[in-house]
């Protein structure tokens, strides 16, 4: 099957079941206002409804429709190869530190599900890092021995479940792999059966950190409340303090249907190829659900995604051959520029305000970390590695002085060289040129015009100017979206925002002037 012809759609999201809930419609008062209905919203807003506050739940749009729903749902503590640059960056009682606190949440998870009684899928699998090429190995060597220093039952081998050879990995044994919408179905249940409020489509547009604060929604509604935890993906509100330390990449999922017999038993990563990650789930009918995911790249950058679909599909046949693609979808993650995630009170916001953000892919262990984080910073506990988290952390943040100078360095580039790049004035060109599902990028009265022709041959136009910092959009074929490279915001076609830091959609363009 073609990768085109494949209809986006995650697996998790399309047998999820998820309720429905109402938008929120009147002011209301709660000793917490939870904001964004990802796995670590949904889990901090749980934690603190089982520690009986009153809590209040607002997602944007459907509850874990955004990064939770398009994951690959693996539980584990195994990060890539991340604890080698752990230790040589932060020290080994950081390594350790994140090591207990990972494996943490995943018993956690374990724990929940087993008390809750939910059928999510849960399976113990052991989580591998591997390499193909010979030069790789070496790395691998030092990051299996990292990580068994830091706790994890950790080995480097040679020998795996794939169906083709590779050159060493490390393994990590007991790790585990979930429905992960199944698991936060059954945790809203009982968030609800609790006391919580939830509310969808209440997209949040500003918080004042206040005592008490102050949450406000598009549509005006106010939230009051003396906790404010911004579980959005992307640190909103915090006036661009923790956003210059984050980066962003998109990945690319394609899934199949597999013989059982064919189950490479285990969950495999590679950052060869530009990525590649391999797990099945089950389906029943002596079949598993093959899913890999790869082709990572920065959002906004241009790329031609549906060739990086095709791509993934090819790689996918080869190695799995007779495996026919019945899903795809993509996930967007990002990363801190000191490794570490960013789970506490937000500096700037006066203590009453909480972020977790920068999972760096592996938000599943790191939302359900982040869920009981928060919860004990809210009730005044706390935890042993709060301060490998905190936001507010600076000798991590000095040391990590050249990514975030990168960092920076490629926001500004955006900023100035994608004005110079962008078409001259007036109409004719690109546009004329732009075949259905395509997209440009034009000048049309001196401003910057982003363009969608769709199959029917009509054209959408908004402006090109993302309503976050800024910064020139750029079109993704294959999702048919508009995103910033800056920051990572993601807009339809005609302007809605799909994806933050972004807050107001972009302005619609008449494409009778183009």
Request: proline share 6%; aromatic share 6%; with cysteine.
């Amino acid at each position: 099957m073609n990768a085109l012809d494949t209809p986006d759609r995650s697996y998790w999201m399309q047998t999820a079941g998820f309720p429905d809930f109402a938008p929120l419609t009147a002011p209301t008062e709660a000793d917490t206002v939870v904001v964004g209905g990802g796995i670590a919203g949904i889990s901090t807003a749980w934690e603190l409804a089982r520690a009986g506050r009153g809590v209040v739940l607002l997602e944007a749009d459907r509850l874990a429709s955004g990064v939770t729903g398009h994951t690959t749902g693996k539980l584990t503590a195994l990060h890539t190869a991340v604890y080698d640059t752990l230790r040589s960056r932060h020290g080994e009682d950081a390594a350790r530190l994140y090591a207990a606190s990972q494996s943490a949440a995943l018993r956690h998870v374990l724990t929940v599900a087993e008390g809750l009684g939910v059928d999510c899928g849960l399976e113990r699998r052991p989580a591998l890092t591997y390499c193909e090429r010979p030069d790789g190995v070496e790395g691998l060597r030092a990051e299996a021995e990292a990580a068994r220093a830091a706790g994890l039952e950790a080995s480097f081998v040679t020998e795996t479940g794939l169906p083709y050879p590779v050159a060493g990995a490390v393994r990590v044994e007991n790790q585990a792999q979930f429905h992960p919408l199944a698991y936060l179905r059954a945790l809203v249940d009982d968030l609800v059966a609790h006391g919580g409020r939830v509310y969808e489509g209440t997209r949040v547009t500003d918080v004042d950190g206040g005592d008490p604060c102050r949450v406000t929604t598009a549509s005006g509604t106010t939230v009051t409340a003396r906790h404010v935890v911004v579980a959005t993906h992307h640190p909103l509100f915090d006036h661009g303090v923790l956003a210059a330390r984050l980066t962003q990449h998109r990945d690319l999922v394609v899934a199949g249907p597999l013989p059982a017999d064919r189950d490479p038993d285990g969950m495999y990563i590679t950052e060869e190829g530009g990525k590649r990650s391999v797990r099945t789930a089950p389906l029943g009918d002596g079949r598993r659900l093959l899913i890999v995911t790869g082709e990572a790249f920065a959002p906004g950058t241009g790329e031609d995604t549906e060739a990086g679909y095709e791509r993934l599909l090819g790689w996918t046949e080869r190695h799995f051959p007779g495996v026919t693609v019945t899903h795809r979808w993509a996930a967007q993650d990002n990363s801190s520029t000191d490794t570490l995630p960013l789970i506490g009170a937000l500096p700037t916001a006066g203590g009453n305000v909480y972020a977790a953000t920068g999972f760096a892919g592996w938000g599943m262990t790191g939302g359900v970390l982040a869920g009981q984080l928060i919860a004990s910073l809210v009730a005044g506990t706390g935890e042993r590695w709060e301060g490998l988290y905190d936001p507010g952390r600076f000798g991590p943040a000095v040391r990590s002085a050249p990514a975030l100078l990168k960092a920076q360095w490629e926001t500004g580039k955006h900023f100035v060289k994608d004005r110079l790049d962008t078409w001259g004035e007036g109409t004719g060109g690109p546009v004329d040129e732009l075949r259905p599902g395509g997209g440009t990028v034009v000048r049309v009265g001196g401003k910057p015009c982003a363009v969608h022709r769709d199959d029917r041959g009509g054209l959408h136009a908004v402006s090109a100017v993302c309503t976050h910092m800024g910064c020139l959009v750029a079109f993704n074929n294959a999702e048919r979206t508009w995103e910033c490279p800056c920051h990572g915001s993601r807009f339809d076609v005609d302007g809605a925002v799909l994806q933050g830091p972004a807050l107001e959609p972009l302005e619609r363009r008449d494409p009778g002037d183009l």
